[in-house]
């Protein structure tokens, strides 16, 4: 992982798109690749995707946090991360 310089500002990023465009999955894999999310969270989220048989959307599982969202594969509520 590189280091943050503590001189920068840090940015704010936006994800604009349609519907199961991937924004949440994007969001999930950066903070992922980012050392934000251990490999046991990634692991139960695989588990948790698996059972309601989306397989592939584990990442989204991320930033969707409730049951709700989970099932129907829509983000429903706004999240902020930082790292």
Not at 3 to 18: K, T
Not at 27 to 41: A, F, H, I
Not at 49 to 56: E, H, T, V
Request: hydrophobic share 35%; with cysteine.
């Amino acid at each position: 992982m590189i280091e943050v310089d503590p001189v920068r500002e840090p940015c704010s990023i936006v994800f604009i798109g349609h519907v199961d465009a991937g924004k949440s999955t994007i969001c999930g894999n950066m903070l992922y690749q980012m050392g934000v999310v251990d490999s046991r969270t990634i692991e139960k989220y695989k588990s948790e995707a698996k059972d309601k048989g989306r397989d592939s959307w584990f990442l989204a599982y991320i930033m969707d946090a409730s049951d709700e969202e989970k099932t129907m594969g829509k983000t429903v509520e706004v999240g902020m991360a930082q790292n």
